[in-house]
C-alpha cells in the first residue's frame, strides 16, 4: 500500500508543480521587452539610450505608477499611465556622458498596482570606456596631513586614442598645491605630480586641476581632478 501512493505521489507532483507555474504566469499580465539591455563597449563621452516596452498581457487595467532608478547616472523618461488589456508603452533610459566608468550594471524598477508584479526590473549594463583613464582614480582623499609637510600625489593618465593630446589647465584660485606639473610618458601615457603643502590656516582642504584633451576627433570637456584632505597641526605649533 505504501509503495502504491509513493508511486502515486511521483506522478502527481510534476502535475501540480506545471499547475502551479501555470497559476504564476497568469498572474502576471506584464511583459516587458527585453527585460535587460547589454550595451556592450561604449565611449563614456557619448549618451546612451535604450527603449523598454511595458505590454498587458492580462485581462483587466494597470496601473504603471512611477520609475525608481539605482544611481542618478540612470535617468528614465516614464509618464505614469493606464494600461487596458492588450495595450503598450515604452519607457526610455539614458546613461548621460560620462556618467558612468567601466564596467556597470545599472536598474530601474518600474512600479505598478499588478499584484505579485508591483516592481518591474529593468537592467542596463556595459562597459564605459573612458576619454582619459586615470589611476588610481579621478577623485582621492589623502586622509589627515601635517600641515607645512608636503606631499606629492602621483596620477596616472591614458588617453582613449593616441591622437588625444593633454594639457594642464591654470588653477582657478590659488589653493595648497605648490605646484603642478604633467608631462607626457615613453610609452603615450601621462604623468599628473600634485605637490600638495598643507596650510595651517585650513582645516579641510580641496586641490583640484583641469586638463585639456585636445582632439580632432570631437570636441571633449575637461577632465578634473580633485584631491580632498584634512590638516592637522605641525609638531611644536
Known amino acids: 500500500m505504501m509503495q502504491f501512493h509513493i508511486r502515486h505521489l511521483r506522478v502527481f507532483l510534476p502535475i501540480l508543480f506545471t499547475v502551479f507555474a501555470l497559476r504564476i504566469a497568469a498572474a502576471q499580465p506584464l511583459s516587458v521587452s527585453p527585460a535587460s539591455f547589454d550595451l556592450g563597449r561604449f565611449p563614456a563621452w557619448k549618451a546612451q539610450t535604450k527603449t523598454f516596452t511595458v505590454r498587458n498581457t492580462g485581462e483587466s487595467a494597470v496601473n504603471l505608477l512611477r520609475v525608481r532608478s539605482s544611481c542618478s547616472c540612470l535617468v528614465a523618461d516614464f509618464q505614469p499611465c493606464t494600461l487596458e488589456a492588450g495595450e503598450e508603452t ?17 536598474t530601474v524598477f518600474l512600479e505598478t ?52 593630446s593633454l594639457r594642464l589647465l591654470p588653477a582657478d ?5 605648490s605646484q603642478s606639473e604633467l608631462v607626457q610618458e615613453d610609452d603615450g601615457t601621462w604623468r599628473l605630480e600634485l605637490h600638495v603643502q598643507p ?39
Open 90 to 106: 515604452t519607457l526610455t533610459v539614458t546613461i548621460p556622458a560620462n556618467a558612468v566608468s567601466g564596467d556597470f550594471s545599472k
Open 113 to 164: 498596482d499588478a499584484p505579485g508584479e508591483e516592481f518591474l526590473k529593468l537592467t542596463v549594463s556595459g562597459t564605459a570606456i573612458p576619454a582619459v583613464e586615470v589611476r588610481p582614480k579621478r577623485e582621492v582623499y589623502l586622509g589627515r596631513l601635517e600641515a607645512g609637510k608636503e606631499r606629492v600625489c602621483v596620477f596616472r593618465l591614458a588617453p582613449a586614442s593616441p591622437e588625444m
Open 173 to 177: 584660485a590659488p589653493d595648497c598645491a
Open 199 to 237: 596650510d595651517a590656516s585650513r582645516r579641510f582642504a580641496l586641490v583640484q586641476r583641469q586638463i585639456a584633451i585636445d582632439w580632432q576627433e570631437e570636441a571633449l570637456p575637461p577632465l578634473e581632478i580633485k584631491v580632498r584632505f584634512t590638516v592637522a597641526e605641525g609638531k611644536g605649533q
